[in-house]
């Protein structure tokens, strides 16, 4: 669920190419086994929609709206602020972006290499640096692009140094089944550091207040609407309102918001972050937009930060699958 702006880029993009959108270089990709919009500030995906088996015998490039359903597209469309959000994909963008310097809300954020307010990594005087860190409000290069029939895979690199002695890059494979999205961090310092990160996934969904998040029964979770209170989950997670939560679990969990159920595996994570503002969205979401999203994260946080020594790298990632009917 996506920008209109940001659909129409799409719809005129046949293959691969660079555009602007929202002030913001992006890498687009409209293909046989689907699409992908990537945003060169931040290495942030912002759309994936892979094609409906139809639409690939077809050799259509651009999925109709029955199409877009059927791959796993919320069926909403609503109209806010000064642009439209319209179906289609696993993702969800606001319609109101901040400009720059802001960061995009939606898509897969970067956070790194400090999650939320933590400041593990951070080497800033006061420890005062940026919330979630640095990454997803720098410019990225894409490094390269491997091209296949099945797919495509990029690989990203800050265009500056964000870290003393940290270094990342991002890894973003897309098919006509999956979306995984890698963050590594490599350290080429001398001296161990203590980092967190999330890759902070707002997926698309017809009503957040009527989602259920499988997998999460029976595991602890720091209450962040509570004073970061400790307490168990118990049965599955059911979405109603407002909800900020760190869950201590590496399990394997599924979106199911009535219209599809999309599996959320993660890899170098034993934090699970499930967060909605419920209410009271953030300045750039209108209240209305914020009905369609649902973050589920992969994360480390306080519950799993890594320690890296020099010469050691460490790997998180979030592979998104639709699960198919029975």
Not at 76 to 97: F, I, Q, S
Not at 108 to 135: N, Q, V, Y
């Amino acid at each position: 669920m996506i920008p209109q702006s940001l659909r129409t880029l799409i719809d005129e993009t046949r293959g691969q190419r660079r555009a602007e959108w929202a002030g913001r270089e992006v890498w687009l990709a409209n293909e046989a086994w689907g699409e992908l919009a990537v945003s060169l500030q931040g290495a942030q995906v912002l759309h994936f929609l892979p094609a409906p088996e139809a639409a690939r015998a077809e050799g259509s490039l651009v999925p109709a709206p029955e199409a877009a359903r059927a791959a796993g597209a919320p069926a909403t469309t609503d109209n806010v602020a000064k642009e439209a959000l319209v179906p289609g994909g696993w993702l969800w963008v606001t319609p109101t972006p901040q400009p720059l310097p802001g960061a995009i809300r939606g898509g897969i954020p970067l956070c790194w290499p400090w999650f939320a307010d933590e400041h593990t990594a951070d080497e800033s005087p006061d420890r005062t640096g940026p919330m979630h860190g640095p990454a997803r409000k720098a410019p990225w290069r894409l490094d390269a692009v491997d091209e296949h029939e099945q797919g495509v895979e990029l690989h990203l690199s800050p265009e500056e140094r964000l870290h003393g002695q940290l270094t990342p890059r991002a890894v973003i494979q897309a098919n006509a089944r999956r979306l995984h999205v890698e963050l590594i961090s490599e350290h080429v310092g001398e001296t161990p550091v203590k980092l967190t990160g999330a890759l902070h996934s707002y997926l698309a969904v017809a009503d957040a207040f009527a989602c259920r998040v499988e997998g999460l029964a029976g595991a602890s979770y720091l209450d962040k609407l509570a004073d970061v209170a400790e307490r168990d989950q118990q049965g599955e997670l059911g979405v109603r309102g407002a909800l900020d939560r760190i869950y201590r679990s590496n399990a394997e969990l599924c979106l199911d918001d009535g219209s599809r159920r999309l599996r959320i595996a993660r890899q170098g994570s034993d934090s699970a972050v499930v967060w909605h503002p419920g209410d009271a969205p953030p300045g750039d979401t209108p209240s209305q937009a914020a009905r369609h999203f649902l973050c589920v994260e992969s994360a480390n946080t306080r519950l799993d930060p890594v320690w890296l020594v020099p010469g050691a790298q460490h790997l998180l990632g979030t592979t998104l699958s639709l699960e198919k009917p029975q």
